[in-house]
């Protein structure tokens, strides 16, 4: 059976060049960099180059970057670390109901040490009203923290101009980029922020190793308290080999993205083009324009979403409903919910998220089997028979999503 895998947004494959570039930490290079002695000087060099080759892609200096070991720990640090540092200047934090679970069950959290959290809505393209953005902050603003990207939609937040909000009001800036770096053109001084969040995984570098750029005179305080690790900004023996390839996928990303953008962007548009042309009732879910360049998101009405997740799986296509973090509970996600897509809609979207090694074969071959995948399981599906929509009276599964 073939393998296509169609959900680069959940993870990534780590790049062989990268794998190649880790060995070595796992075997003779195995000092912690923190010792002084042969063995740790042969490493601490390797993560001061990683250092640099994060630094660069982001467009900081490589002392304004800290390693963590995922970002749902630099997004927990970013924010618990400025809550904290901030909490004598004032307790109200601003977000959007369509951020990772990373930065709202962090938020959720800090609201029950006090802390007083908006959360944005979005329209039914999953985007911000910026004036709603500024109207919310107060003197008691701390943070704003707005995700670069989506992990569902894909959809890209204007960072620049929220960061250009920010700085008007002298409100810190945190953005979760974890799906930006790598994909898009991410560049720390044009956008304003103060803090931006990476993971490793999502860029072809292993799972368990993320960065947090702080940018330089920023009091925060930390997450994880031990050593002098990091300036003491990060206590923790380091992930030698995670940060090495970290580094290398980084340099890598950046010398490949602008042609790699346009080719992924160029499989997931035909992907698109051709499941609008073959099926009747579908929905685009996310902005038609504004999203990254490898993510699709649809919804194939009267199915659910996770029996077309099996069917696909048995055709060896992995994809994905939902987030990954959120699939499995068969609640609609999160994100549908704040963009009002309706209940029958919810259920049935469908994230495709392709990376650097899918081929123009692999879409053709999606394009093949799905349309009577949803014919098949339209058939069966009561509510397709009866075309009417659910009431929430109705709704069976979903517990309370408006
Ligand atoms: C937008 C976003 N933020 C944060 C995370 C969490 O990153 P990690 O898996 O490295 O903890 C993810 C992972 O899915 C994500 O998509
Ligand atoms: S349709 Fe709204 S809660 Fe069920």
Redesign the pocket.
């Known amino acids: 059976m073939k393998h296509i895998y169609m959900d680069n ?3 990534t494959a780590v790049r062989p060049e990268v794998l190649e570039a880790m060995l070595p930490f796992y075997r003779e290079q195995f000092g912690n960099p923190s010792s002084v002695h042969w063995a740790g000087r042969a490493v601490s060099g390797a993560v001061e180059k990683a250092r640099e080759q994060v630094a660069t892609l982001i467009n900081c200096a490589p002392a304004e970057i800290v390693f963590v070991s ?6 927990n640090m970013a924010i618990k670390g400025t809550a904290e540092a901030l909490r004598e200047k004032g307790n109200h934090i601003i977000t959007t109901s369509v ?5 709202l069950n962090t938020c959720e959290y800090l609201e029950k040490q006090g802390f007083r959290v908006t959360y944005l809505p979005v329209d039914k393209d999953g985007m911000l009203d910026l004036k709603e953005l500024e109207a919310a902050i107060t003197a008691e603003t701390i943070l704003i923290s707005v ?1 670069w ?3 569902e939609t894909g959809n890209l937040y204007p960072i620049e101009e929220i960061g250009a909000i920010a700085r008007k009001y002298k409100v810190r800036f945190h953005t ?1 980029a ?2 930006t770096v790598g994909k898009i053109p991410v560049d720390v001084q044009k956008a304003n922020v103060d803090l931006l ?1 990476l ?4 860029l072809g570098a292993p ?1 368990g190793v ?1 960065a947090i750029y702080i940018r330089r005179g920023t009091r925060m305080n930390a997450l994880i308290h031990g050593g002098h690790q990091e300036r003491n900004r990060r206590a923790g023996t380091y992930n030698v080999a995670g940060i090495v390839g970290l580094g290398l996928a980084c340099e890598l990303a950046g010398a490949e993205m602008a042609e790699s953008a346009v080719r992924i962007a160029g499989l997931r548009d035909r992907l698109q083009e051709g499941i609008m042309s073959a099926i009747p009732e579908i929905k685009l879910n996310g902005h038609p324009t504004r999203r990254l360049p490898n993510t699709l998101n649809i919804s194939f009405a009267y199915i659910e979403g996770e029996s077309l997740l099996l069917n696909f799986d048995m055709k060896g296509i992995a994809a994905s409903s939902g ?3 959120t699939s499995g509970s068969l609640e609609p996600s999160h994100v549908m919910g704040a963009m009002c897509v309706d209940v029958v809609l919810a259920h049935s979207s469908t994230r495709f998220s392709l990376g650097r090694d899918n081929t123009e074969e692999e879409v053709d071959y999606v394009l093949e089997i799905l349309p009577p995948i949803v014919q098949r399981l339209r058939e069966m599906s009561p509510l397709y028979n009866r075309k009417e929509p659910l009431s929430c009276e109705e709704c069976q599964v979903i517990r309370k999503v408006h």
Do not use: F, I
């Open positions: 947004n959940a993870t995922c970002g749902s720990e630099g997004d951020e990772h679970p990373a930065v995700m990207a989506n992990n979760d974890v799906q969040v993971s490793g995984h999502k799972k993320g987030s990954a973090c």
